[in-house]
C-alpha cells in the first residue's frame, strides 16, 4: 500500500523534527535550566513557593503573562526581563526548527506528486 503524499510529506517533516531537536537539544536544556533556576531565585526572593517560582518563570519565559504572581522587589523584576529574553530565544530556536524541518520535507517529497 502507497502511502499518500499528504501523509509522506508529514512522515518527513516529523523525522526532519526529531533529528533537528536532537541537534539543539543541549542549547534547550540550558535555556530550560535557566529558567528553573530563575523561578528559584524569584520563588525565593519574593517568599513565594518554590512551584509557583517555576511557574511564574515558564509563564513569563513563554511570554503568556497571567499576572496573578507579580514581583515586587526590583531583583526580581530584572530576572522576570531576562526571562522573557530567555523565552523569546527559545520560541526561536523551535521556529527554525520547524521551518527547516519543512524545508527538508519538501525538497524529500519533490516530484512525488
Not at 7 to 33: C, N
Request: proline share 3%.
Amino acid at each position: 500500500m502507497k502511502p499518500t503524499h499528504a501523509s509522506h510529506v508529514r512522515r518527513e517533516f516529523f523525522k526532519a523534527v526529531g533529528f533537528y531537536l536532537r541537534v539543539v537539544w543541549p542549547i534547550v536544556s540550558v535555556l530550560v535550566l535557566i529558567i528553573v533556576v530563575f523561578g528559584f531565585t524569584i520563588a525565593y526572593l519574593e517568599g513565594w513557593k518554590a512551584l509557583d517560582g517555576i511557574y511564574f518563570a515558564f509563564v513569563t519565559g513563554f511570554t503568556i503573562g497571567y499576572g496573578e504572581l507579580v514581583p515586587k522587589l526590583g531583583a526580581s523584576r530584572i530576572l522576570a526581563i531576562l526571562l522573557g529574553f530567555n523565552g523569546v530565544l527559545m520560541t526561536a530556536i523551535f521556529a527554525a526548527v520547524s521551518v527547516r524541518a519543512i524545508e527538508v520535507a519538501v525538497k524529500a517529497t519533490a516530484g512525488e506528486e
